[in-house]
């Protein structure tokens, strides 16, 4: 069973970089059977895809974040993080980590989900 536990950053100020990991247990990121992505729910709307790493290394993103986001991934430590740059209160979600499939990128494992509030 592939289980996913995101950092918790808490409270981040506008213009700041937002810096999320996920640690992940029970599975490899680098064996193909599963996308590692991260998707946001800002309050009030629905998930949003925000980006992700494959088993290569090879990364995917959000036209609309793409200028502000970069994933990176820590084999040694199982881990992949998201860096988002020139955050602004909009950027205020809850972000979750998720294994997803890697073709069409429908998540099959969640982490729990941390709060991210952006302060202006």
């Known amino acids: 069973q592939v289980q996913l536990q995101e950092s918790a950053p808490g409270l981040v100020k506008s213009s700041q970089t937002l810096s999320l990991t996920c640690t992940v247990s029970?599975?490899?990121?680098?064996?193909?059977?599963?996308?590692w992505s991260w998707i946001r729910q800002p309050p009030g709307k629905g998930l949003e895809w925000i980006g992700g790493v494959d088993y290569g290394g090879n990364t995917d993103y959000s036209p609309s974040l793409k200028s502000r986001i970069s994933i990176s991934r820590d084999t040694s430590m199982n881990q992949f993080t998201l860096q988002l740059n020139s955050v602004t209160p909009e950027d205020t979600a809850v972000y979750y980590c998720?294994?997803?499939?890697?073709?069409?990128?429908?998540?099959?494992?969640w982490g729990q989900g941390t709060q991210v509030t952006v302060s202006a």
């Open positions: 029970g599975g490899s990121i680098t064996t193909n059977n599963y996308y």
């Open positions: 998720a294994g997803a499939d890697p073709w069409y990128y429908i998540p099959y494992y």
